[in-house]
């Protein structure tokens, strides 16, 4: 009589689901997103068309809300902006057709079908030229605000070797990097369309740098607050997107507050404020860098007062020119004021380390409100790693509404997925549990929008 019983399968049949619905709702509170997102089991892409002819340009993705499509021109100097017209708009090509896709058969119906489908989904609605003088967008770069209203898309053009910048053009403080082939310098350029009313709302410019625009790398956007790591001069220029304007905040990395600059200019001599006093050759540290080296000193300093062994504190002697040479690689938001950055040495962040994800590296929780280094971890930390696998939702960010998401913090079969990708590394010639932390850890800091909510991806589901 004691035998566990198996657990009874629900129905799968959409009328007696929606019958239910309209009964019952949702029976236990909280619960009415997870009944919503089951009725996709009853409505789920079944029919495939293969080879379909569409525009010369790149296709990109949607818009949160599904009503736009972008894509890239051919020539990568404008945005093309189309409608989606809904699943019903091909009913008529498709009702006469059998099976569940239409493969590389050459027949007059499939041609027919072939060409006139993405015709019928997309309707042009606008083309927007985006990019001027010699740049190109980067088709790679694109991010949505949660409205739906505007993308943010992000231009470079290559700097010609006749017109080579000056050098503290380059070097424009004591913690820039040393460009190399392999990490040209390039003049960058933001933009904020209008998907809406077709138009381009702002630009802001970013003049010799090295900005990484590819799978939105070095900018973040966490709700109305954008994030862009400039690389070379290792500054953080936050915004507010605000009605389609970029809203200068602040900017982290040589100061913390904006009010530092008159600071420092209050004790510099007046004869050398003007040409004479170059930040590339300052004795100071970075502001940014102070209050990391500031923090793992502290550290240091209370686990040797702990245990009454000086070890940390020599180790942190020890290793001070390694972490002052340390320079930022990554960053994410991880809400409005906090920043999680990427250290790393300058070989790894200009691109000259072949395997960079196999270096130390560092990472490090700042806010930027109050100007204090929170946490810093190295990328063989069990704590970051058991903090990521808890909460890993709130490193993705996928959508405001990230809890209904599928993630290893909220789903068993992603869980089980992700312990069996762990338990590989483990058990994998020259792995074991450092080398498994070290790749479960290189995923951060993680780029902005590259996870979907979208139910068809919920393992629980499917």
């Not at 051919?74 to 091909?90: F, K, N, P, R």
């Not at 030229?129 to 949660?146: H, I, K, M, P, Y």
């Not at 040479?325 to 000259?352: G, P």
């Amino acid at each position: 009589n004691d035998v566990l019983k198996p657990r009874a399968i629900p129905p799968q049949n959409i009328v007696n689901r929606l019958i239910k619905r309209e009964t019952y709702g949702a029976v236990k509170p909280g619960t009415h997103f997870h009944v919503a997102r089951s009725f996709h089991q009853n409505v789920f892409p079944n029919f495939t068309i293969i080879n379909v002819e569409k525009p010369p340009c790149f296709l990109r993705k949607f818009s949160p809300n599904g009503q736009y499509f972008i894509a890239f021109s051919s020539d990568q100097t404008s945005l093309e902006i189309y409608e989606y017209q809904g699943s019903s708009a091909v009913a008529d090509l498709v009702e006469n057709c059998t099976g569940e896709y239409i493969g590389h058969k050459s027949d007059p119906e499939s041609d027919h079908i072939r060409n006139q489908v993405f015709e019928r989904f997309f309707k042009p609605k606008w083309t927007v030229n985006v990019a001027q003088s010699g740049e190109q967008l980067n088709r790679e770069c694109s991010l949505f605000t949660d409205d739906g209203r505007f993308v943010v898309v992000g231009s470079a053009a290559y700097i010609p070797e006749d017109l080579r910048p000056h050098f503290y053009e380059i070097y424009t403080n004591n913690e820039a990097v040393t460009p190399n082939p392999r990490s040209p310098l390039e003049d960058y350029s933001l933009h904020i369309v209008d998907l809406q009313h077709g138009r381009l709302c702002d630009t802001r410019q970013f003049k010799v740098d090295k900005i990484f625009l590819s799978h939105n790398q070095g900018l973040y956007l966490y709700r109305d607050t954008l994030a862009v790591l400039s690389v070379q001069h290792q500054t953080i220029h936050v915004f507010h997107i605000i009605d389609g304007t970029f809203v200068d905040i602040r900017t982290v990395g040589r100061f913390c507050f904006e009010d530092d600059s008159f600071l420092l200019s209050s004790v510099i001599p007046p004869n050398t404020r003007n040409n004479d006093h170059r930040p590339y050759r300052e004795s100071t540290i970075n502001s940014l860098k102070h209050r990391l080296l500031v923090f793992l000193f502290k550290r240091a300093l209370k686990i040797s007062e702990i245990t009454n062994n000086p070890l940390e504190i020599r180790r942190f002697c020890q290793h001070f020119d390694q972490l002052k040479s340390l320079r930022m690689w990554k960053m994410q938001l991880l809400d409005e004021a906090h920043l999680l950055l990427k250290y790393a040495c300058e070989d790894v962040v200009t691109l000259k380390a072949t395997e960079p994800n196999t270096q130390p590296s560092f990472f490090v929780v700042y806010n930027m409100n109050t100007a204090q280094v929170l946490a810093v971890y190295e990328n063989t930390s069990e704590e970051l790693l058991r903090l990521f696998e808890q909460f890993c939702d709130h490193f993705r960010n996928a959508k405001l509404q990230s809890q209904f998401t599928c993630s290893p913090s909220n789903n068993l079969y992603a869980r089980l997925a992700q312990q069996r990708f762990k338990q590989t590394i483990v058990s994998a010639r020259f792995g074991g549990p450092t080398e498994a932390t070290k790749r479960m850890l290189a995923q951060l800091p993680i780029s902005a929008q590259s996870y979907s909510a979208s139910p068809y991806l919920d393992l629980s589901l499917f």
